[in-house]
């Protein structure tokens, strides 16, 4: 961490560091479904490479034309800053750092407002054509790959004399590689695949005070709080997926009405995510991602509970309808579903000692989620089934392995390593 008491001109890039998500889309989402709709395509064809972002810009702002200042300036108002913004501009103005907010694809007069809301000196951003006090619909200058970022900063050094200033970037896509390849010091905030690679520091916690240790000078150390709530009722919806391998258990004829309620219910949320992602909410299923979801996944489209679907049906209809191994398909996903969640909230309430293997995880949090998976399997397994079950669905919840989201290992691995016992001939499910 940098260690210099060199005063910095630190420049953030707005959308997804500042703001939360992406601003057309909040905008457009307020001005209905068709617009909505059409910007999603415009992202679309742009992610996949198919449209620059310069004309991702010309045709997204012709859906606001006739659109009035000021209404976007209200609708600024009212839109999502990142967790921890204003605290950590603050802080880094009161160390007598200069702030400056950047966009290539907000309208400057919408960023003025944001540098006044958060306490940055200066701003930068899209200059739109007016028809008096409406959008017309064009922009008057567009650079490219934001490159005009490059020429702002240029000139605002040259201007402001700030030569002896070093320049730091933060930013988190690739429409920002210039900046970050001009400044002396470039950070990613949850940055994309491919501004990774042109960043010297990377941090991934959704709240901007994490960023402090890396930027501020000379350097602090912060305390990020976490929420608490947010992450008790994730788990608490996550537990009560028990019911599930309760009830299949019980009687063959909730087979079918079980699958075909998970089958719907994610296939409804994966179009509601869909829809989400133009910045159309679908009232109830988006509160509730709203309330239940990790920070790092509402800028994004949210695949955990889809994992954790297929996490909780797969072993059932594989191991239990396709194989006859039904009591273990059923007794690895209630320790998956019971032994997950309680450990997560037993860390988070009282969680003090981390393992070395995984420091994401606490002593106290795994014995926990083991003791009552244990607990909750005595209800039709024997002792010793269910002590071996719970134990490693523990350890494998407690190993870190890349690229598997534990909704998918915890169960199947599970599954899977007694369904090959049994068939060995070790006998551990009585």
């Known amino acids: 961490m940098a260690q210099t008491e060199r005063k910095r001109l630190i420049v953030f890039d707005v959308d997804g560091v500042i703001l939360r998500g992406f601003w057309l889309s909040q905008i457009t989402a307020r001005l209905g479904i068709t617009k909505s709709f059409a910007l999603g395509v415009l ?32 609708m600024t108002n009212q839109s999502d800053l990142v967790r921890g913004a204003q605290e950590t501009i603050q802080f880094l103005r009161k160390q007598g750092h200069i702030i400056v907010l950047i966009s290539s694809g907000i309208p400057d007069f919408v960023v003025s407002r944001l540098a006044k809301i958060v306490g940055a000196q200066f701003a ?16 008057s200058v567009l650079g490219s790959r934001g490159q005009t970022k490059v020429d702002f900063v240029k000139q605002l050094i040259t201007i402001q004399q700030l030569g002896d200033y070093e320049l730091v970037a933060v930013a988190n896509d690739r429409n920002n590689i210039p900046l970050l390849k001009y400044s002396h010091l470039p950070v990613g905030f949850r940055p994309d695949r491919v501004a990774r690679r042109y960043v010297q ?69 994966f179009f509601s995510e869909l829809f989400r992602s133009y910045g159309i909410r679908i009232p109830l299923i988006s509160k509730v991602v709203r309330a239940a979801g990790r920070e790092t996944e509402i800028g994004s489209f949210v695949l955990s509970p889809l994992y954790f679907a297929v996490g909780v049906a797969f072993p059932l209809v594989l191991f239990s309808i396709l194989l006859p191994f039904t009591l273990i398909a059923a007794s690895c996903v209630i320790a998956f579903l019971v032994g997950d969640a309680f450990s997560t909230i037993a860390g988070l ?62 169960s199947l691995g599970t599954t899977i390593v007694f369904v090959i016992l049994q068939l060995s001939g070790f006998y551990i499910f009585l």
């Not at 299949?248 to 089958?263: C, E, Q």
Request: overall charge positive; aromatic content about 12%.
């Open 349 to 410: 309430l009282f969680g003090r000692h981390k393992w070395r293997i995984n420091p994401q995880k606490t002593i106290e949090g795994t014995l926990t989620g083991f003791s009552l998976a244990f607990l909750v399997l005595l209800f039709f397994l024997s002792p010793i089934s269910a002590l071996l079950c719970a134990f490693l669905a523990g350890v494998i919840e407690l190993l870190p392995i890349p690229y598997l989201d534990d909704n998918l290992s915890v």
């Open 43 to 74: 992202i679309i064809l742009y992610e996949a490479r198919i449209m620059e972002v310069t004309s991702l810009m010309r045709y997204a702002y012709r859906l606001l034309r006739g659109v009035p200042r000021e209404w976007l300036l209200r």
């Open 124 to 139: 930068y951003g899209l200059h739109l054509k007016t028809k008096g006090t409406l959008l017309t619909g064009h922009i």
């Open 201 to 269: 520091y990377v941090v991934t916690t959704p709240d901007l005070r994490a960023l402090l240790p890396f930027i501020a000078s000379p350097s602090v150390s912060v305390y990020i709080p976490r929420r608490l709530g947010q992450e008790l009722l994730r788990q608490l919806l996550h537990a009560s997926a028990v019911l599930i391998p309760f009830l299949w258990l019980s009687d063959s004829s909730w087979h079918l009405p079980i699958l075909t309620v998970i089958a719907s219910g994610s296939l409804l949320f």
